[in-house]
């Protein structure tokens, strides 16, 4: 079953066609980053009208790239929220107008299952239960999955995200946006143990987290060593970077070991960061676990992941009527 995946969530435009949830034939991403870097953020009037510019070539690329003929696609999986109200209409829009048009089924997807669902794009997949922490720009939470379907929120965040916090100390280091990726390259040439900052609630109890403090601990250092010429950005890149893996990694570990669940995934932009890549399969090999992390393009968003959730959604039956609306929170 050919599905063209669709997904305008906030700052991508993107789309794809999947065969039967597993095979990428066609993935096309296009980023807004230069319209909103020099804004610090995502603006969210503008990722509107960019993906109103961009919806149409990108469907058309993607399509074109797949191989198949617009008659072969059988339904259209779309993303439904959470994001950005203007910018999910604009994708919503378009896919209930174009499966109305062919007379195919119209799936909306919740987009964190859409990420969970990105580990089946890749030959390797994680079988039933596994334990999956999601970490990105909007959400960071840890769930458990019983099925492409079925899945449980263990502990979630309690103010920022992981990517937010990413991006919020980038911006105060004055590095751009979106900042993850660059502290990511920057840490390589910094040294973790310079500056130890706060890992908060490690050691809490539970599966939530908190993000915002880490943040403050940066904006507060740098503050006080304003004046000093021998801080170096790297190392404070690299300690910042630290204390969030370590705190993820712990926390999906201890949640995999309380369900005795031996399959964990990382999954979400944040998935893309060398130091959480390596931390969670180092500290997984010791206990006995099997890590599941998608390739780089398919932690960050994209339509391939909606596709493939799309596919299970519809083989569970799983309807969008052509008169249904967007969300804009995680229900
Ligand atoms: O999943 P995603 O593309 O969009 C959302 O659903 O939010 O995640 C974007 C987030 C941004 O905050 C970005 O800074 C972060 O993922 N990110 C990274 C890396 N690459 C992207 N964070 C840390 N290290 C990276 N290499
Ligand atoms: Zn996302």
């Keep these: 079953m050919f599905i063209l995946g669709i997904e305008t969530s906030c700052d991508e435009t993107a789309a794809a066609v999947v065969e039967d949830g597993t095979a990428v034939l066609s993935s096309k991403v296009s980023s807004q980053v230069e319209v909103h870097h020099r804004y610090g953020g995502v603006v969210p009037e503008l990722a509107s009208r960019k993906h109103l510019e961009s919806i149409v070539p990108v469907v058309a690329a993607a399509i074109r790239d797949s191989g198949i003929n617009t008659d072969q696609i059988e339904a259209v999986a779309v993303t439904r929220g959470p994001g950005l109200v203007g910018a999910l209409l604009v994708g919503f829009s378009f896919a209930k107008a174009y499966a109305y048009s062919l007379g195919i089924p119209l799936i909306g997807v919740n987009h964190l299952e859409g990420h969970?669902?990105?580990?089946?794009?890749?030959?390797?997949?994680?079988?039933?239960?596994?334990?999956?922490?999601?970490?990105?720009?909007?959400?960071?939470?840890?769930?458990?999955?019983?099925?492409?379907?079925?899945?449980?929120?263990?502990?979630?965040?309690?103010?920022?995200?992981?990517?937010?916090?990413?991006?919020?100390?980038?911006?105060?280091?004055?590095?751009?946006?979106?900042?993850?990726?660059?502290?990511?390259?920057?840490?390589?040439?910094?040294?973790?143990?310079?500056?130890?900052?706060?890992?908060?609630?490690?050691?809490?109890?539970?599966?939530?987290?908190?993000?915002?403090?880490?943040?403050?601990?940066?904006?507060?250092?740098?503050?006080?060593?304003?004046?000093?010429?021998?801080?170096?950005?790297?190392?404070?890149?690299?300690?910042?970077?630290?204390?969030?893996?370590?705190?993820?990694?712990?926390?999906?570990?201890?949640?995999?070991?309380?369900?005795?669940?031996?399959?964990?995934?990382?999954?979400?932009?944040?998935?893309?960061?060398?130091?959480l890549r390596h931390k969670v399969r180092r500290d997984a090999e010791r206990q006995g676990l099997k890590v599941y992390i998608p390739s780089v393009k398919l932690c960050g968003d994209n339509a391939a992941m909606i596709a493939a959730a799309g596919y299970h959604y519809f083989q569970a039956g799983i309807e969008t009527k052509l008169t249904d609306d967007v969300f804009s929170r995680a229900k």
């Design 116 to 275: 969970i669902n990105s580990v089946f794009l890749e030959s390797l997949a994680p079988p039933f239960p596994f334990v999956a922490l999601l970490a990105s720009g909007g959400h960071t939470g840890i769930y458990y999955v019983t099925s492409h379907t079925t899945i449980e929120l263990m502990g979630q965040t309690r103010d920022d995200a992981a990517g937010e916090a990413f991006d919020k100390v980038a911006k105060i280091l004055g590095l751009g946006y979106p900042g993850g990726e660059i502290i990511d390259r920057l840490s390589r040439e910094g040294d973790p143990r310079k500056i130890a900052f706060t890992r908060p609630y490690l050691n809490k109890s539970g599966f939530d987290f908190s993000f915002s403090g880490i943040k403050t601990a940066v904006s507060l250092y740098v503050h006080k060593h304003q004046s000093d010429h021998k801080i170096r950005i790297p190392d404070i890149a690299a300690g910042f970077q630290e204390a969030v893996v370590e705190v993820l990694a712990f926390k999906l570990i201890n949640a995999a070991l309380k369900k005795e669940c031996e399959h964990i995934a990382v999954v979400g932009g944040v998935a893309a960061n060398s130091g």
